[in-house]
């Protein structure tokens, strides 16, 4: 293998096939491909489908215009790569002769002209099941000169395990053809993708109408930290390149030192690779639900202790308040009866008598007006200390806990982690709950949702603008579930609480549909219904839990990461 750069220059090529064309695309390419090469790229992407068009009449009209990876397409592309000593990666429609198959693919071509990654799309879209097959090549990363790279293709996107799958495997870049056809999928979801991976992701989209469907753009370079380093406008054809280092994706620390690889624990995510029909989740979707009773007001409730006198029983009276005007789920933020949120030992072991008040004064609040609380505090398990969020439920009883699956790094050396995600009833709802640092693994959220959870609570203190605008909308949207987020106001990213439906919103800057709200005891609701969770399909035919392909996610649940 040869020695990797240690920085390259990407392109991505925002352009539209034409429907059934292959020399008008070949010639399109070509052009576009001359553009990226004088610009300096050594890698150039090109969106989904390339070769062909996406909308064909039929499945007998895409066999028609299909291509086996031997035919001229691919010949050109060779070529280009040959001439210009670049890598190319694009978007197929392909004939795969042997299997007799149609398969919406990615290839990439190396500086020789040879075919080194070939992925086949495994998240498919309404009208791609229309001609295409589900993929069968599973989740293939390759070794480059350039780095170690791996394929998806658009709404793969959305299923947090395939770009999971290629980043365990050591991909360093992840290139993404597609077709977005929603913006939220590029402008969100590419980012998301980069920064809970720690990866490059360089992304290419068509920008256009092809019959009914209308391309806005939205082709991006992203860094491992989230941050879109080079952009092609809305509405416009062309080529936007960046430099790409790829010693930034072998660094998995985040901003504070925790490590997006080591701090796993494989050993809770055995459900991510169950096959739908064994999961806790299955039996749940065809139990009837009658809407109008199946409804609830929630509430991030953004109050705690403080170094102020008095503050958490004036945080346990905002608890008080919002429970008096009809919330019936109330989730409080990370460590809530410490004035600090990132307790030490020391602290903790000085926060008994906070710690049974707010208990006692959450079974009170419980009891008097019919809710329910998550409230996150610290038990105690053969002299360790265990931080748990306690679910107190009508009546003052308590209806399940959940202990901190990942812990934050400042936390291992004196706290005891759990050992499995729960799902407890509420009568709100089926609830999950995750505990600070658990939320900034994708692995997480989807757990509870396949253990049948409707609600996930996120009782956090962000450290980072992206833990909120990057990290919450995709647990909603990705597993079909409310998510609840009680942040702290003191932590290094405050407040900014919210509820996020499972349809997610109508905008996808988080800082446009949900203005964070910095003020301490902030109390933001929402009102919840269940029927939109307990369906799991984006749009007819595309079911964010039964179309995944779990036979390809082995590398998630591994005891060692291959990366």
């Known amino acids: 293998m040869n020695t990797k750069s240690l920085s390259f220059r990407a392109a991505v090529v925002q352009t539209l096939a034409e429907l059934g064309d292959l020399d008008a695309n070949i010639t399109l390419t ?299 789920l109330l989730v409080l933020p990370q460590h809530m009866t410490f004035s600090s949120w990132l307790p030490s030992r020391s602290d903790v072991e000085q926060n008994r008598e906070a710690r049974d008040h707010a208990l006692q004064r959450v079974q009170s609040i419980c009891k008097r007006y019919d809710c329910s609380v998550v409230l996150p505090i610290f038990m105690e398990d053969a002299g360790q200390f265990v931080p748990t969020a306690v679910v107190i439920g009508p009546g003052g009883n308590e209806l399940g806990r959940q202990q901190q699956i990942h812990l934050e790094p400042e936390m291992v050396s004196w706290a005891k982690g759990g050992d499995c995600f729960t799902v407890i009833d509420t009568p709100s709802g089926r609830l999950g709950v995750l505990l600070g640092y658990d939320g900034m693994f994708p692995e997480s959220s989807r757990v509870l949702a396949l253990a049948g959870a409707d609600i996930i609570a996120w009782c956090s203190a962000w450290r980072h603008p992206n833990d909120r605008k990057l990290l919450t909308m995709p647990k909603a949207e990705d597993n079909r579930c409310f998510l609840i987020c009680a942040n702290r106001s003191d932590a290094p990213y405050p407040g900014g609480s919210f509820i996020a439906p499972p349809t997610g919103f109508p905008q996808w800057d988080m800082d446009l549909a949900a203005p964070p709200v910095l003020r301490h005891n902030a109390v933001q609701p929402g009102f919840m219904n269940l029927a939109l969770a307990r369906q799991k399909s984006m749009i007819p035919g595309v079911d964010m839990i039964r179309n995944r392909i779990t036979d390809t996610y082995e590398v998630l649940i591994a005891d060692k990461n291959v990366g």
Request: overall charge negative.
């Open 30 to 328: 070509q052009s576009h491909v001359e553009e990226a090469v004088r610009q300096g790229a050594r890698l150039i992407v090109l969106p989904e489908c390339m070769n062909s068009g996406y909308l064909f009449d039929s499945e007998a009209h895409c066999r028609e215009i299909a291509e086996p990876v031997t035919g001229r397409y691919v010949q050109a592309l060779a070529e280009l790569c040959r001439k210009h000593n670049i890598f190319i990666g694009t978007g197929f429609t392909e004939w795969d002769e042997d299997k007799g198959k149609v398969f919406n693919s990615a290839l990439l071509i190396d500086p020789r002209g040879e075919l080194i990654l070939h992925y086949h799309k495994q998240f498919l879209a309404t009208h791609d099941q229309n001609w295409f097959e589900f993929g069968e090549r599973g989740c293939p990363v390759v070794d480059t000169e350039l780095g170690r790279i791996g394929l998806l293709i658009c709404f793969d996107g959305r299923i947090p395990e395939i770009a999971r799958s290629l980043a365990l495997q050591g991909a360093e870049v992840i290139l993404d053809m597609a077709n977005f056809f929603a913006m939220d999928q590029a402008d969100l979801w590419v980012p998301a993708r980069a920064y809970e991976n720690g990866v490059w992701i360089v992304a290419a989209t068509k920008s256009g109408v092809e019959r009914s469907i209308y391309y806005p753009g939205g082709s991006m370079i992203v860094s491992p930290d989230g941050e879109t380093k080079a952009y092609v406008p809305y509405d416009t054809h062309g080529v936007a390149s960046a430099e790409i280092f790829p010693e930034q994706a072998r660094n998995k620390s985040w901003f504070y030192g925790a490590n997006r690889w080591s701090d796993r624990r494989p050993d809770t995510y055995s459900l991510l690779r169950a096959p739908f029909e064994e999961t806790p989740l299955a039996s749940l979707l065809d139990q009837p639900l009658i809407p109008e009773q199946a409804t609830a007001k929630g509430a991030a409730v953004q109050a705690h202790a403080t170094f102020s006198t008095g503050s958490l029983e004036e945080a346990l009276d905002m608890l008080d308040h919002a429970a008096k005007l009809g919330s019936k």
